[in-house]
């Protein structure tokens, strides 16, 4: 693979997120409406809301360092996209394996929270803590997850995980080789939505949305961005790791869907749990499912 | 080629020099300007090492007491050396400055820190168990010196850390007599031969021993408790150099008894009774715990420089992971995580001294939105926290990638989520660190601050970037840690310019870095010409419910900055080695007393008759 | 050719015998000759042992090439003679008594008594260092102890009168207790020469009866050896007495009678379990010493329960059977024979509460540096070589196995306890804060001869190995046991006397 077949594919796979999640987004938006019997928002919706937020002729900012973080969100997401692998396109996921892909999608995170500290208002530090908090909390069972996944396979290449599972067929997926792993994984993928729940961080009538009380126009439309890198990120991730990446865009696309889907689907139903219920559920059974599926995944090695 | 006798000629010189002129003005420069030639021979000298297998003899070589004292400079050494050496330079432009011409005594100060460079290399050139104890012994002394210079509490932590290292000493005095007893010789190589013929008992024995000495300076679980407030305690860039250095004396000594001398593939077959684990894994295991319980002691920490002492104890645990792992990739992480790790924590201590000199408290309570007084401060810190929390894109991020991927590959995998949960307790701990610190509110009294002056954001800064570029490419500094490497006798790790192949899974920091610039630039175009222009409100313009804020409000939050994540921690925390310790403090002082008291109200003259009387009746029963 | 060794042997044999006349007749005679001029009597005792010294250092040299030189007193041959036996050991411990006698030189005005039971002393130490012939040992020890308990009351202070006549009990008890320990040997061997019992020993002594004869000198001797039950006198006189002759008595005094009893354990007690019994007595010095510091409120008392553990680690370095245990105890043994008295020097006015003597070292720098350095030799930090008196003790115990090995650890556990305290004072010494030190100033006349022997130190540092081989050589000579007896008796041990049938 040559090098303007590189820059290409780096050009491009941003832009296929970007597009993607906006579509996920808008899923989101409709299973949540149907749950409260509305009809939800037309196909477009998302789109609009991002061009309406950076359009706004008012535009607040509390400090360079605000504008810088934001910039840093945008550019953190944008790696991100560039190491996951999809069908047909590889990017930069052989130049940076699953480990570096893990501490990518923690730069732009850390971006946001830099950017709300600037913009000193004390329900954004709160939030940004509770993130954290919650950072930790769903964390622990991910990486046990990934741990075990990665000897499984005996690889953290994305790309070779993705051929081994689709050479050895759906028996070889992690859902079928690893299912304490993959429900684990699930369930941590999920926290790291931030979904109820485990959207202590943003409590919006608590903390006044937390992260997001300073943030109008064109920052809280990156953000929006953003949510859209990250679900269509989970997404991608969980396929790649279980469910046995895509032959095709067609496959893959209903894959990814049916994970964000499971994610918007169940968080429609639940409240909120306090600060250390997340750290207490999350360490209990996420985490105990783990470490039993990592067991069995060492006495099989 | 200059040999090691001009390196630790010139550092006597620098020690005399010092002591001299040390509370002149410039002589802070004129420390900076020794440093730098001492630098220069090191750097020199490397070059002749990465050759061949070589080392860096001296002329001088001893015969004392039936034993052969010789020192001579291997690559593990040198590496070690460069970073000491460099550490200083920085500390000593720091000080030359205006905050050394705030502070008395400075004479003492520059003169500790040019003796403890001279005992470190004295140590880091020992080539048999005898002067390496000699050496340890030295900067045991000198990192003594440096920290109980000023007085105060860093004079009780100090200390605190006396017991600790007397002990430590003891026991390794006591590990070295027992190899002298049994092995006859004390010279590595003899040393090495010897015990590869050498029982399980015995090597237990002196491993124990010996490692236990040398724990104790690297600050591993159960040994570490001195360490935070002795390094959070001491003023100054000196901090900042034994955070940087200091500690990893005692991982160079650890590793050259378990590496070298007694070598994995031994620690690995001397199986622990009744268990499943072996040598290898107590070692990998103190590592781990090191890691994590100090890291989540630095999260309760209210004041800065003590929570980045403790994360100084929590990072020597992942050098020594590293290097227990076996495989050539673990080695090199660990090793390289001696560099990134001086790299970053140095200026992240500079830059807590600037702050403090500039408030007057580093209680990140009492501190907040620093950052549009002090921004260059800001961004060294942002550097410094980014390297520690182990993100890319600096050299953090390469080491601990390289630990954590040998830990997959060796199949540990508690070991890898031991290391990364502490990564994660660093993420929280240090964004705390900057939040109290620059970001949030700006407090009433500190409206009036100016940045600090150059001299010391010079060097902050050049640290800041030097972190950057060795993430950026870190095969430079992966050269280096061959050389290390080699000279312990692990297998060296290929690698390119940009980071390491392998065909389970790379790491090419070229294109991760190249890519996260460019995509930030692209963000930064969407940003500013896809919307219009933002307009920068007043710092306390903030949402506040449609109540009006004043100054005089305190709107900002950063005391018990992780309530609900304490509120379930600390009940864990059982405090059980300073319980320990406190137990054996008590034992002690109960057995003074009790001595103390026989010494002043015995009645010897009872003891006598009841000796004469055995005596006499053992003469009679013969 | 034998002639000029003769003549050589001749001299040597004069010089033994010098060593202990001229002190002992200075000393009767120093205090007619003050009252006749004041200066005389000012500058006859520094003279006197100016002449000792040289007089021993000719020794020294003449017994490097001659060999262990013997002096039948008054012409009787051994065993039924006085024999006095100079080998290197003894000369070592001779010129040191009379060196550090000059350095400790008592000062403040005509003090004529003082001086004459130093000059006593130094007799009396020559001929327990030289001395071949228990009886003979038993006489000159009777003497240093008298003389010990006249310098211990010698300050005019009630406290004093106390702490000496406490001090005189216990010596009196342990003399009578080292009497019948001598009796025992007596009865067992027929001789109280230490040749002819160090020939007849094997048969004789291997059993309970010899045992419990060493117990008996060893608990006998410790008292002034500072051993353990025995030593209880140690910290009220050391805290009492003037530092002149605390240094006098734990730096000299002390190493006298454990040298006298180590002479015993490796001529006579060679093979037999008798070391367990000193390191035993040793081990426990060191541990009830070290511990006892800790909470001793008053740094002459401090120094006082120091010397005690190092005397037991003395004790313990002796017990080591063979060569490197007499190697190890001598080099342990010199090192606080300097250091000590050195320290008592510098801390001469630092009596009184500990609490009183924050920031006196900043009043005092030189006396504090002087401290520092002292402390550090005594911990055994290197390059010092204190550490290598450690080193070698070390290196003995590890080598034997079983309660040597225990030793060890607590020779390790009482050092952090010696670098804990100590290192309290010091920290105290340096304080910057809190109001100015109630001590007063260290007088220079302390700080000189203090000064003098910590550059002995420092130089012992830079040639520890020169040093090395000399104190090695020492150490073989004097374990030899073959070559003491020769010496002794060079036509052939004469047979056991006859005794009564039991």
Redesign the interface.
Known sequence: MDLTELIVE?LVM?MIAFLVGLVLVLMMRKVRARVERRIGPPFLQPLYDIIK???????????V?M?IA???????V??ME??LPVPGMNG?A???????LI??M??PS?GL??GV???????G??G???A??A??AY??PF??AV??V??SY????LP?MIAIQQAQGVQSWGVASVPLLALAGIIAMHAMLGKEPFEIYVAPAEI?TGPM??MS??YL??LFVMQSFQLYAIGVLYTNLFLGGGENWLTFLVKVFAVVFVSVAVTNVFPRY???D???WLWKWPTGIALAG?AV??LN? | MIGLDALVGLALLTVLVMFALGSRVWAGWAGLLLYALQLGILVAAGADLSAGDGVLTSSLSLAILGNELRWEMSGLGWYFAVITVGAALFTSWYAAGEWGRAQPGMRLFHTALAANVLAMLVLLASADLLSLFIGWELVSWASYLIMTQRGGPAAAAAYRYLLYAMAGAMAILGGLVLVQVELGTLGFAAVRDGLAGAPDGFVWAVMLLLGAGFAVKMALVPFHLWQGEAYGETPGPAAAFLGAISSRMGLFALLIVLVDLIGLARLMEMAIPYTFLDARDLWAWMAAITIIVPTFVALTQNDARMLLAWHGIGQGGYMLLGLMVGTPMGAAGGLLHVFNYASYQAPLFLVVTAVAHRTGTADLDRLGGLITRMPLSYVTMLLGIIGLAGLPPMNGFVSKWLVYKSLLDAQMPLLFVAAVVGTLGTILSVYKLIHNTFLGQLRMEHAGIREVPWSMTAPMLLLGALAFISGFFPGLALDAVDVAQRALGVELLPHHLGGVYTATGSLNMLWVVGVLLAAIGVGALIFYFGGNRSYHTHQLDNYAGGHFLTSKVQYHYSHDFYAGLMRLIRPWYRGSVQWAERGLVSLANLLGTTMHGFYRTAYTPIYLLVAVFIGLWMAVAS | MTDPLDSIIRQAQELTLLLIVVPLLAAFLLASLSRASELLGRIAGPVVLIASALMAGQLWLLVQRTGTVVVAVGGFPAPLGIVLHADPLGVVFALATALMALLLWPRGGPRVREQTLTLLLVAAGSGMALSGDLFNLYVFYEIVAVVSYGLAAGRDRGLAYVAAVRYLILGAVGSAMALIGIGLLYRATGTLNLAHMAALAPGTLDGPLGLAAFTLMVIGFGVKAELFPVNTWVPEVYATASARVSGLLAGVVSKLALVVVVRVLITVFADTSAHLVLLALGLLSVVSGELAALRANDLWRVLAYSSIGQLGLVAIAFAVPGAPGVMAGLVVALHHLVVKPALFLVAESWGGPVSQLAGAGRRSPWAALLFVILVLSLIGVPPFPGFWAKYLLLRGALGQSGLFQVAAAAVGVATVVEAAYLFRIVRLLYRADGERALASRPPAADLVPATVLASVLLVAMFSVAPLGVAVDGIARRASDVGAYVQAVFPAGVPAAFAREAP
């Open positions: 780096i941003p937020l950076y359009s706004k002729h008012t535009q607040i900012s509390h400090g360092m504008d934001v910039i840093m969100v945008l550019g953190g944008i790696t560039v190491f930069l052989l130049q940076g394996d699953l480990l570096t501490y990518l923690m730069v850390l929270a830099l500290g600037a913009c000193a208002n004390p329900n530090s709160i940004i803590s509770r954290l908090t950072m930790l964390d622990v990486i046990i741990a075990g990665s000897i005996g690889t953290t290449s070779e006044a009380v300073e126009g064109k439309g990156t306090k600060t250390d997340v750290l207490r990592l995944v060492m090695a």
